[in-house]
């Protein structure tokens, strides 16, 4: 039947000091030097990492109430509004919301220098943030208008819930019209001046558990910096996009929702960021642990830049349907070749920061201090295709 573990032993053998953890990139010489079985007997768990723009990430705030208690129904941070049709003093603010009368969206319609991203880089650095809210006035809640500073420390309550992140696969972006266009996948010259992608390829979560074999409800993660976990599917979530042989999906598949502390976390791992013509946006290292339960997860865990495809498309929208197709490998050797074009690359991620957040991830789960987080309800998925040279297991 070959090597089956179940996350109590491994998380006992974190406990007692004894499990083998290796980074996803190191994973993949691991098991073309020693094969599946080998590596799968060896590794107990594999870390990855991605640090790259997230725009449907936020924050829950509860600011605290006012003598005499306020229902804010309008909230601004920064001069950033917040979302207040929840109840009292909890908020919701999004990382793309912009400022208001925003000094570079006068000099460029659509671009915006600071946002909720901003706000929430502002509050993990322990700065102070301008807060004022507006309320109709009830018998319960007669106050009508409240102005305060407020730290992250000071504010009762503060949680990052992201939405939708860590997308499992992400096109590649290029222009085909004939003038420069601005986006969420940053400024794309004319004529495919340049093709822009986003994903940390081989380190990537999603594409180390293509089946979302052991992601759910209560898996544990780096997240910000801190400790979180998956709380539910994300957005957009499509486990049926189409794969290849190794499972990896070929364009847009899966994404998560996740939650953390944000009075943990540290603004090395969230920062605010604006794309220009685009809108604001937050910057958010995401690192998954995936047990080796078995042969098949180490096989899946072994995925290479050069196995994970992912499709060019036109953000002009002059061409609707793909106007190519490369491997990861190519996007991240500086230039890709498309229609006989010679086409250079930028990435959006950074792949420096998935490695360091992969081997942060490492070193706290060798150290003891981080246990896997066993999933109480797995994500929606498809029937899993066992990836090529792989034994289907039967328990």
Known sequence: MGTQKSYAEI???IRNGSAVVVTAEDMVGIVRKKGAAAAAKEVDVVTTGTFAPMCSSGAFINFGHSNPPIKASKVWLNNVPAYGGIAAVDIYLGATEPALDDPLNKVHPGAFEYGGGHVIEDLVSGKRVHLRAEGYGTDCYPNRSIEKYVTLQELPYAVLCNPRNAYQNYPCAVNVSKKIIYTYMGALKPNMGNANYCSAGQLSPMLNDPYYRTLGLGTRIFL?????????????????????????????AGTLMLMGELKEMSPRWLMGASLLGYGCSLMVGVGIPIPILDEEMALFTAVSDEDIVTQVKDYSRTRLEPVGEVNYAQLKSGSITIEGREIPTVPLSSYLRAKEIAEIL????????????????????VPCSPPAGAKVLKG
């Open 11 to 13: 998380n006992e053998k």
């Open 224 to 252: 910000g910096g801190a400790q979180g976990f998956i709380t539910w599917h994300g957005t957009q979530h499509n486990p049926e996009a189409p794969r290849l042989p190794n499972g990896t999906p070929r364009t847009l």
């Open 362 to 381: 490492k070193s706290w789960i060798e150290k003891g201090e981080f246990l896997l987080g066993e999933p109480q309800k797995m994500l929606p998925s």
